[in-house]
């Protein structure tokens, strides 16, 4: 049911002239009276008949929260989105431009409506949840373009937290080939929003910056997904679902109409957008929509409008953490090129499979393992060692100490050597019994001979002729400054996780400023709503800095501990090196620590301020809580622990920590408690609390 009055549907004051007074028609065609009714509700059947063939399709959500009304105005489609009775997103235009063909934002009509209703559970062979719901109505609109004859479909999905669209060229005569000049899909969001989002950016690392906070009026271009709540508390997260094909879409705001904004497909080199062949569907444009942002959180809506597993044998793939020598090569104290300094010797590998196995790790990675890597980039065949990298001698040990290695390629954007041997590589890999990949593909892109951006069509092709030159070889990938995830991995469950994100490496890279405390207040809510994120947390001592660099990790080492619960990864670094994790207590808490859960739940959060989380595997809970620059007081209610008391482990900052000037101090103490208790959680600014609570069995 839904919570708030219903009311009859009337146009935002946003909406542009054109397209006001398009959802005032009578009220049996387009505002029912009952939100949680279908539109034909009040006037049966053939009135709903009556309202498709006139252009209106209303598809309501499962328990009728959501609608989401699609029409023709002036020969284009057009669509609105109604939460609990009111407008959410207001008449915002679709449509294509192909090369060479009248625009297919005007001069369409509608042909056809063909209506069902989906409802299936799934089970992810890894994911925050290990059952998931995938409950929605779907409505396919038939167009034809009357003057070109040309057909183009619009497949609506209405769920309960949000919905999905997507443009779908049915074959067709004359359209075995085309090009898209323009993808025309807007988004007429409340322009008072305030919101979350990164700048649109055809940069290598236009998804690894610090989310701004606007009023959505005053965004000019963002990346997907951006992220807002309305004044009265609605969220709402733009994004998309199934980028396969495809350049990736970024949003334009539309001068002319606040809080408004324009699809904008990353470019080819040569200005147009896409190239398609036969029958094609486009992703889907997404539009999560919660009360609070737990509910965006907890969605599992981008993943639901991805197709089912394609892999017909996954039992090569298993989810869990990784060590490895990587983050003692950010903080210069070793090197990925060889020389005295080098980082992968065998030894050193070797230390790292002994803290692997002492926490619990599933996997080892080696950066700078590789001749070349770190030197001269060009022509690596990723499969020589380094001189004092012994890798028979590592996978022997790795093997008998049941550790995976993971080999780094990092292209450095020689991507069309890459893609030329991708099959050798991982047959070898294979054949080794090399199971986990870490890509990279920093700064530039080098594919067809051209320089171009990471998410265009042509990269977007890439990333997935690796998933699935991968796949072929039993091997699982962890991509880096690759393509923003959009929830593929229901499909391709050997993407493990990716980067799109200024992970624990920018509190490096982005000098004194690092990464500031609120940006992991603000991640769960933006750049994971389309996947896991290889964020590498779990750094304890946040302030080494061999090389004199000046940076630190902007945040304390309990705060660290959190972060395993609020940020999700398949394959989730613990990622401080065996002399730091052994000489901190926090060390106990990350051992055996969980890469994949049966439940999550996001319980105290305000974007940008404060979140609480809490996972369980089994009958194991791990709660985080972290703040950003300000002192808190959190009350937590332990409702969802099951019956019966609880052993709590909490780690926490201790009395005199302080992320400026003390950040090191972890206190952890037990208690135990039961789920009516209420827990009183200090965080200090930067800081956090993580608490792992185990049944106590009697
Ligand atoms: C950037 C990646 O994000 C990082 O994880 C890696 O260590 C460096 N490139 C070097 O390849
Ligand atoms: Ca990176």
């Known amino acids: 049911m839904v919570s708030k009055p219903n009311r009859r549907t009337v146009l935002g004051a946003t909406a542009g002239a ?144 949000g919905v999905g669209f997507r443009y779908h060229l049915p074959a067709q005569a004359g359209l075995d080939t085309c090009t898209v000049t323009a993808e025309r899909t807007e988004f007429a969001l409340p322009p008072s929003a305030t919101s979350w989002s990164l700048a649109a950016g055809t940069d290598w690392n236009a998804d690894e910056r610090h989310y701004r906070r606007a009023q959505l009026s005053d965004v000019k271009t963002a990346q997907t997904p951006l992220t807002s709540v309305t004044p009265d508390g609605q969220y709402i997260v733009v994004h998309e679902a199934a980028l396969i094909d495809y350049p990736s879409m970024t949003l334009a705001a539309d001068s002319t109409r606040p809080g408004a904004f324009t699809s904008e497909l990353i470019s080819l080199p040569d200005g147009t957008k896409a190239r398609l062949a036969g029958e094609f569907s486009t992703p889907w444009r997404t539009l999560t929509i919660g009360d609070r942002p737990g509910d965006l959180a907890e969605s599992h809506l981008i993943e639901n409008l991805n197709e089912p597993c394609a892999l017909a044998d996954t039992s090569w793939i298993s989810p869990g953490t990784y060590v490895g020598v990587w983050w003692e090569l950010q903080r210069r104290h070793t090197t990925w090129t060889a020389g005295p300094r080098h980082g992968a010797t065998t030894e050193r590998v070797k230390q790292y499979i002994d803290l692997a196995r002492e926490a619990g790790a599933s996997h080892v990675l080696a950066e700078g393992w590789n001749t070349n ?101 039993q091997i699982m990938i962890i991509a880096h400054e690759a393509i923003k995830p959009t929830g593929l991995a229901r499909t391709y469950p050997n993407m493990m996780t990716s980067e799109g994100v200024a992970g624990m490496e920018q509190q490096n890279h982005m000098g004194r400023l690092g990464n500031p405390p609120e940006q992991a207040t603000i991640l769960p809510f933006t750049r994971f709503m389309g996947g896991p994120a290889d964020y590498t947390p779990g750094v304890l001592n946040v302030t080494w800095d061999p090389a004199a660099l000046g940076t630190r990790v902007q945040t304390t080492s309990a705060a660290q501990l959190a972060l395993y619960s609020l940020f999700f990864s398949p394959l989730q670094m613990l990622a401080d090196t065996p002399e730091d994790y052994r000489s901190h207590p926090g060390f106990a808490y990350l051992k055996d620590m969980p890469a994949s859960w049966d439940e999550t739940r996001f319980l105290d959060c305000v974007i940008g301020d404060y979140t609480v989380a809490a996972r369980r595997k089994g009958d194991t809970w791990y709660l985080g809580a972290i703040t950003d620059e300000q002192d808190r007081t959190l009350r937590v209610p332990l409702r969802f622990l099951g019956p019966g008391r609880h052993r709590a482990e909490i780690y926490r900052d201790a009395a005199d920590t302080s992320w400026h000037d003390n950040p090191l101090p972890i206190d952890i103490r037990t208690t135990t408690v039961r789920s009516s208790a209420v827990l009183t959680l200090r965080l200090v600014a930067g800081g956090g609390t993580a608490i792992r609570f185990r049944p106590v069995r009697s």
């Open 18 to 161: 054109v397209l006001t007074g398009v959802f005032t028609a009578p009220a049996s065609a387009t505002a029912p009276a009952s939100a949680t009714a279908p539109a034909s509700a009040t006037a049966g059947a053939s009135a709903a008949a009556l309202a498709e063939t006139s252009g209106h399709v209303t598809v309501h959500s499962p328990n009728g929260r959501l609608r989401m009304t699609v029409l023709i105005v002036n020969g284009r489609l057009v669509y609105q989105v109604v939460c609990h009775g009111r407008v959410l997103v207001a008449p915002s235009g679709l449509g294509l431009d192909l090369a060479g063909l009248p625009s297919l934002t005007s001069g369409l009509a509608v042909k056809s409506v063909a209506r069902r209703t989906i409802d299936e559970s799934w089970r992810p062979l890894w994911g925050p949840d290990a059952r998931v719901r995938n409950h929605a109505r779907e409505a396919v609109v038939r167009t034809v373009h009357a003057a070109s004859g040309i057909r183009l479909d619009l497949v609506v999905r209405v769920f309960d937290d």
């Open 373 to 473: 890597a770190g030197g001269q980039w060009t022509d690596q065949d990723f499969l020589t060692p380094q001189p004092d990298f012994d890798l028979p001698e590592v996978l022997r040990y790795a093997r008998d100490n049941s550790i995976g290695f993971t080999a780094h390629n990092e292209t450095r954007g020689f991507v069309d050597h890459y893609d030329r041997h991708l099959d050798t590589i991982f047959a070898r890999y294979a054949e080794l019994g090399i199971h986990a990949v870490k890509t990279g593909y920093a700064t530039k892109f080098v594919l067809g001979g051209v320089n171009r951006s990471h998410f265009d069509q042509e990269a977007v092709r890439h990333y997935q002729r690796v998933i699935d030159t991968a796949a072929r070889h």
